[in-house]
Nanobody, 123 residues
Framework: QLQLAESGGDLVQPGGSLRLSCISS????????IGWFRQTPGKEREGIAC????????NYADSVKGRFTIARDAAKKTVWLQMSNLGPDDTGTYYC????????????????WGQGTQVTVSA
């Protein structure tokens, strides 16, 4: 069974950086593609980054392209989301989840959601 848990959320100033972690306490994460999502109150959950099971392919939403980097370490059963040049629009609860591929951002294709970690970008 794959159980994911996010960590690393914090309060950060605009222009700052943050690294989120998605750690599996069960199966190795490299059996799955892993996606990062974020959600703010009143809005739908938004897919922002995804990495394939073998780590050779990544996808990014236009809103984060060039600022966020997703990476994974199979041995550590961890997927990271390195975020830089953060702005207020990046504020939200960030979730990771698993899927069989990164072909679709639709949350319904992802499973094993973590509990989320809060990122707040404010001066």
């Amino acid at each position: 069974q794959l159980q994911l848990a996010e960590s690393g959320g914090d309060l950060v100033q605009p222009g700052g950086s943050l690294r989120l972690s998605c750690i599996s306490s069960g199966l190795r994460t490299d059996y799955f593609s892993i996606g990062w999502f974020r959600q703010t109150p009143g809005k739908e959950r938004e897919g922002i980054a995804c990495i394939t099971s073998d780590g050779t392919s990544t996808n990014y939403a236009d809103s984060v392209k060039g600022r966020f980097t997703i990476a994974r370490d199979a041995a550590k059963k961890t997927v990271w989301l390195q975020m830089s040049n953060l702005g207020p629009d990046d504020t939200g609860t960030y979730y990771c989840a698993s899927s069989t591929s990164c072909l679709s951002w639709a949350p319904r294709w992802f499973a094993n959601w973590g509990q989320g970690t809060q990122v707040t970008v404010s001066a």
